[in-house]
């Protein structure tokens, strides 16, 4: 077999974030329509790609399919987002946090459900004029998993560049949100799979801390360790065995961040510092929050706000109420130290949830400013 290298799509950079019919932006109320932010609504002038999710796949046939709800404005994303910019790349995201693990490891589990999910997600991609696919899938829990991860990504390049000459189209672009290390409960990524068969994969640097699996707060998104908790989770920390012990080329990685904090409920008012004891989710079910949400709660409840330099992350906190969350400042510094370690670029979760744009603008100037 040909190198596969040698099909993958040049991208120079990427400026990204995912959309879903489900967030929500601050907008007027006359357009925070029930099924959550239009994709009309996205400044697509500050992206280079923009991920449509989720897709989600067939139980029973493995077949990657949309729901009714999610029909129309899937159907229509390409050519919406690209009214702003001509130039933006989108592609339909596959699976998602809320994904069936069991189904997405039954799919990638023999060449016949494999074919089935692969063939169908390039005839969907081309008839919603999708410039891409990508598949988030949270995550490969075992050797058998991920060995077969590895398989599925190599007979889905093989496809796609199939494809491409029966069609004489330009090849789809192929990528993966991963786990921010490259090791999944003490798994292996099978990384050599990734890099020759992925235009790129996002980093997902965030959800570290949450109410649902931390019972103590802590920086959602730190891109360097806590000092005081040196063994904690952090971007820079999953980067580098990426890179450094993985072998991941820098352009195949892109770095993420988030537009969404989580909020806990204090056991006591007074201890309201990192590794604070919490009776669980404050101000939503699971305690998630957008940033424009976070923006709003500062203002109405007069809530006390602290950057820390140290982990590169925000908190503030009323009361019993404690979240933390990136803000302008973390996400500049984060877009530069990507640019700086050599990524290709960088993508954030999720373009619904900012406010007026701030957060994309910032990252957009930052990358472009930084040498």
């Given amino acids: 077999m040909a190198d596969q290298t040698q099909f993958l799509r ?25 099924q959550g932010t239009p994709s009309s609504f996205i400044d697509s002038t500050l992206f280079t790609h923009l991920f449509c999710a989720f897709a989600d796949v067939d139980s029973s046939t493995h077949e990657v399919t949309i729901s009714a709800a999610n029909s129309y404005q899937f159907s229509s994303f390409t050519e919406t987002v690209k009214e702003k910019n001509t130039d933006v790349q989108t592609l339909l995201s596959i699976g998602g946090k809320d994904a069936d693990k069991a189904v997405l490891a039954s799919m990638a589990s023999n060449t016949k459900n494999r074919k089935a999910f692969i063939d169908s997600s390039i ?38 560049v199939e494809e491409s000459d029966k069609t004489n189209q330009l090849p789809l672009l192929l990528t993966a949100a991963v786990y921010y290390s490259p090791q999944y409960d003490g798994v292996e990524y099978p990384v050599k799979a990734i890099a020759d068969n992925l235009d790129f994969v996002n980093i997902m640097a965030y959800d570290f801390y949450g109410p649902d699996w931390s019972p103590v707060t802590g920086p959602p998104a730190a891109l360097f360790h806590d000092p005081s908790n040196p063994a904690g989770r952090s971007g820079n920390s999953g980067l580098r065995k990426w890179l450094d012990e993985a072998k991941l080329p820098p352009k195949k990685a892109v770095l993420g961040f988030p537009y969404c904090g989580w909020a806990w409920t204090l056991e006591d008012a007074e201890n309201n510092g ?98």
Wanted: charged share 20%; proline share 4%.
């Fill in 10 to 34: 040049t991208n120079s950079i990427v400026k990204a974030s995912y959309w879903f019919p489900d967030g929500k932006a601050q907008l007027p109320v006359a357009v925070c329509l029930s």
């Fill in 123 to 160: 005839d969907i991609a081309r008839k919603k004029d999708f410039y891409g696919l990508d598949l988030a899938w949270e995550y490969p829990s075992n050797d058998v998993e991920m060995t077969n991860f590895g398989k599925l990504l190599e007979e889905w390049r093989a496809a796609v």
């Fill in 274 to 371: 990192y590794d604070a004891p919490t009776d669980g989710a404050a101000i939503s079910p699971d305690g998630s929050i957008t940033y424009a949400k976070i923006r709003n709660y500062i203002v109405d409840n007069g809530a006390a706000t602290f950057h820390d330099p140290a982990v590169i992350g925000y908190y503030c906190y009323v009361g019993n109420t404690w979240i933390g969350y990136d803000d302008n400042q973390s996400i500049v510094y984060k877009v530069k130290y990507a640019k700086h370690t050599g990524l290709l670029g960088y993508f954030s979760w999720h373009v619904g949830a900012d406010y007026n744009c701030g957060l994309s603008r910032a990252a957009s100037i930052a990358w472009d400013t930084t040498e």
